[in-house]
């Protein structure tokens, strides 16, 4: 299961970041905005995953095992949460998902993660 369980995350970080840029292109600001933080929580999954064993079941549990045991990642995505829960509600500007983008990015390089 490991291994086909990571190679399906690593189609749904694709399929995630394919959305986001298309919705970029498009103008369409929030959902970018949705679409470019599941390809960051699925970055954090493979690593957690490929490291620990486990997935975590909720947003909650992910930032514990990040906070506790990937730091660097967990202060990244933290503030990137407030974003993504705010793009439900509020209008969303490029500049908002060009950050989301750079971190998709950087958390990449930091987990050494090749697509």
Do not use: W
Request: aromatic share 12%.
């Amino acid at each position: 299961m490991g291994t086909d369980l990571i190679h399906d995350l690593l189609l749904n970080f694709r399929d995630f970041k394919a959305a986001g840029d298309d919705e970029l292109r498009k103008g369409r600001y929030n959902p970018a905005i949705s679409s470019y933080f599941k390809a960051l929580v699925i970055l954090c999954d493979i690593k957690i995953y490929s490291e620990r064993q486990q997935l975590p079941k909720n947003h909650s549990e992910r930032f514990i095992i990040l906070e506790n045991h990937f730091p660097e990642a967990y202060s990244l995505l933290s503030p990137l949460f407030d974003k993504y829960r705010d793009s439900y509600n509020l209008r969303m500007q490029k500049k908002d998902v060009m950050e989301l983008l750079e971190n998709v990015k950087r958390l990449k390089k930091i987990f050494k993660i090749e697509e």
